[in-house]
């Protein structure tokens, strides 16, 4: 019997990794299905094309994701919520997704992080979790709760554990100022440490794991696999050759962990990144040995052509937005 065609519902589509690997479904002219909290944004960000359907809403929604996952064969949860926000959303949003996925056993493709581990120097998928915060023992919690539901037969799921993101549309606080100050030959900011070496995950190559993955059958109820990326010299090694590639000098700007601190004491986003300091002040790396053995002919995109693919993005993002304005 031929197998019925995936189709794909993608949560948090215009988000760091979700739009990555939105991009690569359709890319596969694969279904997809993307609900959005924002329409007009996420019409902005894909145009139209023949397999991909938006709906606006939200993931706590439970009848709403219910309804859309019917057709579902997988379910890419990548909802975020700002730091402040994680203490009962991001469970919420799980459970939902889970619930949701229960309806025709749906495949879970869920982004994994390292804040299980806490200061784990190497981090294997048989690594015993060590969380040191309380963002690291939320995400326990989730991985519980998908652990617990493909272990019941209620759906399938494969976890791809990822380090720090950086690619197109990756907009958080800590990779945006980079590649805009790489093109405007700005100072390009870090925090604590840019000295040491330090594990980045391009977004394409990220989604395109997690598609391959999705290739491969039979796979266990619940599938754990890390993917390493690319391990970096150093930061400011890094800023410098993004600002080479813009055709700017490399303007280098270091936030110390001091600073977070106090501002903490004022501002609570900042007590947020405070608890999150380790993270870049020490070099935490992912063993990804167990997905090249699974894959073994997947090759990371070359930095240089990242850099450049990156650049492009941000520098056509920029200027839409600047005539928008």
Same mark, same amino acid.
């Given at each position: ?62 009848? $709403? ?6 057709? #579902? =064969?997988?379910? @890419?949860? +990548?909802?975020? &919520?700002? %730091? ?13 997704? $889970? ?6 056993? #749906? =495949?879970?493709? @869920?982004? +994994?992080?390292? &804040?299980? %581990? ?171 040995n167990k997905l090249r053995q699974v894959l073994p ?14 650049l492009s993005w941000f520098r056509e993002h920029d ?7």
């Open positions: 019997m031929t197998p019925p065609k995936a189709h794909f519902l993608i949560l948090g589509g215009t988000g760091s990794i979700g739009y990555a690997f939105a991009q690569e479904v359709l890319r596969r002219n694969e279904q997809a299905t993307l609900l959005v909290r924002n329409l007009p944004k996420a019409e902005k960000l894909f145009g139209p094309h023949a397999t991909l359907k938006l709906i606006e809403g939200d993931v706590q929604d439970l009848s $709403l994701l219910k309804r859309l996952a019917e057709p #579902a =064969t997988h379910i @890419f949860h +990548g909802i975020n &919520y700002p %730091y402040a926000q994680w203490a009962g959303n991001m469970a919420r949003a799980t459970e939902n997704v $889970l619930e949701a996925a229960a309806r025709n056993e #749906a =495949t879970v493709l @869920f982004p +994994g992080n390292i &804040y299980n %581990y806490g200061l784990t120097p190497l981090i294997k998928e048989t690594s015993s979790e060590q969380p040191n915060t309380r963002k690291g023992a939320i995400r326990v919690k989730l991985e519980q709760l998908l652990q617990e539901s493909a272990s019941q037969g209620k759906c399938r799921v494969i976890n791809l554990r990822l380090p720090d993101f950086w690619g197109p549309n990756v907009l958080n606080e800590g990779i945006v100022p980079i590649f805009r100050g790489a093109l405007q030959g700005k100072a390009m900011p870090w925090l604590i440490r840019d000295d040491i070496p330090h594990q980045l995950v391009y977004t394409p190559d990220a989604a395109r794991a997690f598609y391959e993955l999705v290739q491969l059958q039979p796979q266990e109820p619940y599938a754990l696999y890390n993917y390493a990326g690319e391990v970096v010299p150093s930061i400011k090694q890094w800023q410098a050759a993004i600002a080479d590639a813009a055709g700017t000098r490399p303007k280098h700007k270091l936030y110390p962990k001091v600073l977070f601190k106090v501002l903490g004491w004022f501002v609570p986003g900042m007590r947020e990144i405070h608890e999150m300091s380790y993270l870049w002040g020490n070099t935490l790396l992912l063993d990804d002919d997947f090759r990371n995109t070359p930095m240089q052509q990242a850099i450049a693919d990156t200027k839409t937005h600047a005539m928008k304005g």
